[in-house]
């Protein structure tokens, strides 16, 4: 059973920063992508940022301003947030994406997916 376990959220002013982290549990034979989103009221979940194929992908809205990066072993991926705006306040998500590769024939599963609890970062003052 795979898991994610978020932290780093918070209340802060605009113009600051934050750094949200993400931790990953449990057996994966190849992981497609590591990444963010995020949800505000009455939208969308949206993708914040990504590392996939070993390369980052960020939305246009983040894009300078926030940095995704993840340990060598795969385990760990953060997000550093600078220049935090309002309209960045919402619910952030990590988000994984990999395959499992099973001991017998007929057993493997491609592009699983699993989401964190969610951290709430909230830009106001």
């Known amino acids: 059973q795979v898991q994610l376990m978020e932290s780093g959220g918070g209340l802060v002013q605009p113009g600051g920063s934050l750094t949200l982290s993400c931790v990953r549990s449990g057996s994966i034979s190849t992981i497609n992508s590591m990444g963010w989103y995020r949800q505000a009221p009455g939208k969308q979940r949206e993708l914040v940022a990504e590392i996939r194929s070993g390369s980052a992908l960020y939305s246009d809205s983040v894009k300078d301003r926030f940095t995704i990066s993840r340990d060598s072993a795969k385990i760990t991926v953060n997000l550093q947030m600078d220049d935090l705006k309002p309209e960045d306040t919402a619910t952030y998500y990590c988000?994984?994406?990999?395959?499992?590769?099973?001991?017998?024939?007929?057993?493997?599963?491609?592009?699983?997916?699993?989401w964190g609890q969610g951290t709430q970062v909230t830009v106001s003052g």
């Open positions: 988000h994984l994406e990999y395959d499992i590769y099973a001991t017998w024939p007929g057993g493997n599963e491609f592009n699983k997916e699993s």
